[in-house]
């Protein structure tokens, strides 16, 4: 039995990332979630810089109660502390620990 070759020119497959991974995982539902990336946060910038979370999914169901789930990703230690000395951030995630 011979498998046919596999076309040269076809790229392959990008390996997915975190937040491919999040969606596809907790939020398969594309009717049900709305789910944004790298959603800036308010209007203007806060002490000089622009702040944004990684992803952020909204239910769109009323009866689920408009369920929001904010994502922030985080590949080091260094970049988790940093975070937290930011006020806005400290006091979201003071429940957290």
């Known amino acids: 039995m011979t498998t046919a070759p596999s076309?040269?020119?076809?790229?392959?497959?990008?390996?997915?990332?975190?937040?491919?991974i999040?969606?596809?995982?907790?939020?398969?539902?594309?009717?049900?979630?709305?789910?944004?990336?790298?959603?800036?946060v308010g209007t203007g910038f806060r002490q000089g810089s622009l702040q944004r979370l990684?992803?952020?999914?909204?239910n769109c169901y009323p009866h689920q109660g408009m369920k929001r789930i904010c994502y922030e990703m985080k590949m080091s230690r260094a970049d988790f502390l940093g975070e937290l000395?930011?006020?806005?951030n400290a006091s979201r995630h003071a429940g957290n620990r």
């Open 54 to 58: 990684d992803a952020f999914a909204l």
């Open 7 to 20: 076309s040269p020119s076809a790229p392959p497959d990008p390996k997915p990332s975190l937040l491919d």
């Open 85 to 88: 000395r930011h006020t806005l």
């Open 22 to 40: 999040v969606e596809s995982v907790l939020h398969p539902n594309p009717t049900e979630w709305i789910f944004l990336r790298e959603l800036r």
